[in-house]
């Protein structure tokens, strides 16, 4: 099944490419949607000093010094204002070992957004919980109704809550409805690294936060990602968890050395640490971390205003209190049939505007939508997520794009639309 319909989605693109060409007075657009900023110089010159050492491991340090890691460590617990940082192998892992130290356990109820990435059902999915979706609002977070009645007839204990598309649902209610239902909050900040609800940081409100540094975030080590906490004992089951064997007192953000009394032999190690060369090349990118972000801002800004101006879109809408990271834009095309989103995909792609139709019946690429996941099962059905989902489009916004960009880019979706 898969194979066929990959074989005819490639005629398709060929047959629109033909046609995109014979009209040419169309725009095109030429910049790729998927090229990242390069690594920067200084950053090179600590991965390469990094390697002339050899001690890439974080525990292979000498003479009491800090690692590469540590210092990582470091630097974005000060960054976000935390107790603790542990530098993970990737965000996903960070998700996973998250849970275990929320308490889950086989077959635990675990309350988590419908709309999200394969990661996040995927950590609880590993964790042993099973997901239980909430439904999505026309703005992209999760619907605080929905969670305040599946708390009540799950029994859920905790909410794995993605701020899926850099989209903060309102922090205030989240975490009043968490304290009533004795829920506890784990974030997922894979879009939100940088991003704060009215000026307390993404990251800063559940009992852990997770972030992911794969080179589609903020922040580009390839792989990597960080778990966050002020919880002593937390910290000190995550620094097990990741894989620190007897070595877990070397860490610079370290809980009370008695925290660890029965957890230091009583927790398995599952082998997901940071190394120093992926660190070595994020602390200067953390360093620049707001001035990228405010980029970000700015570029987001003036597709926004491009994309205001086209017939036909529905730009999603951000509440006051967001201050979010704008290095992607999601709109809905409320009046089009699925037949006419999936057409406007492609005549997009053959005119070089890459997007993402997240309402796409078959999986492919980055897909986000829950009912792909066939290894879910059980949950109950999700009629506003099937509705917001069925004809929202996602595109990214790289850093390589200028500001003029904009223009082009929207130029290209207003006259794709008028051939729909
Ligand atoms: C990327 C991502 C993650 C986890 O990322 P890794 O690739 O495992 O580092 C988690 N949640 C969301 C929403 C993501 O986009």
Not at 111 to 135: D, K, R
């Amino acid at each position: 099944m898969t194979d066929s319909s990959v074989m005819f989605g490639f005629d398709l693109t060929r047959v629109e490419n033909t046609r995109a060409a014979r009209k040419t007075k169309m725009h095109t657009f030429k910049k790729s949607f998927t090229q990242q900023m390069p690594i920067s110089e200084s950053a090179i010159a600590s991965a390469v000093e990094v390697m002339r050492t050899g001690r890439l491991h974080r525990y292979n340090t000498v003479n009491g010094e800090l690692s590469e890691a540590d210092l990582l460590d470091k630097q974005f617990a000060k960054y976000l204002g935390v107790t603790y940082c542990l530098s993970c192998a990737s965000g996903g892992y960070a998700l996973y070992i998250a849970l275990l130290c929320a308490g889950v356990k086989q077959g635990d109820a675990v309350l988590c957004n419908a709309f999200t990435l394969a990661p996040v059902p995927g950590a609880i999915n590993n964790a042993g919980g099973e997901p239980v979706l909430l439904e999505t609002t026309e703005d992209l977070t999760i619907d605080l109704d929905d969670l305040a009645n599946k708390i009540a007839q799950s029994g859920a204990k905790v909410l794995l809550l993605s701020h899926m598309r850099g989209h903060i649902a309102d922090m205030d209610a989240v975490m009043a409805i968490c304290e009533h239902g004795g829920v506890a909050l784990i974030e997922d900040c894979a879009h939100t690294m940088g991003a704060d609800w009215n000026g307390k940081k993404s990251g800063t409100f559940g009992l852990v936060s997770c972030f992911s540094t794969q080179t589609y975030k903020h922040i580009n080590s390839g792989e990597g990602g960080f778990l966050v906490t002020n919880n002593d004992e937390v910290m000190a089951k995550s620094i097990i968890y990741s894989g620190s064997y007897m070595l877990f007192d070397q860490h610079p953000t370290l809980p009370p050395i008695e925290t660890f009394k029965d957890i230091a032999k009583g927790t398995p190690n599952f082998s997901g640490r940071m190394d120093n060369l992926r660190a070595a090349i994020l602390r200067p990118q953390l360093a620049a971390l707001d001035a990228q972000c405010e980029r970000w801002n700015q570029l987001y800004r003036a597709m926004e205003k491009a994309l205001s101006i086209v017939n036909g879109i529905r730009l999603t809408q951000r509440h006051a209190n967001e201050h979010f990271v704008g290095s992607s834009i999601q709109f809905s095309l409320p009046d089009f049939s699925p037949e006419q989103c999936a057409k406007f995909v492609i005549r997009c792609a053959a005119r070089g505007v890459s997007v993402k139709w997240v309402g796409d019946s078959q999986p492919s690429g980055y897909s986000s939508k829950y009912n792909h996941w066939e290894y879910l099962e059980g949950f109950a059905p999700l009629p506003n997520t099937e509705r917001v989902l069925a004809c929202l489009i996602d595109m990214r916004i790289p850093l390589t794009f200028d500001e003029s960009d904009a223009d082009s880019i929207a130029q290209v979706i207003s006259e794709v639309l008028e051939t729909l």
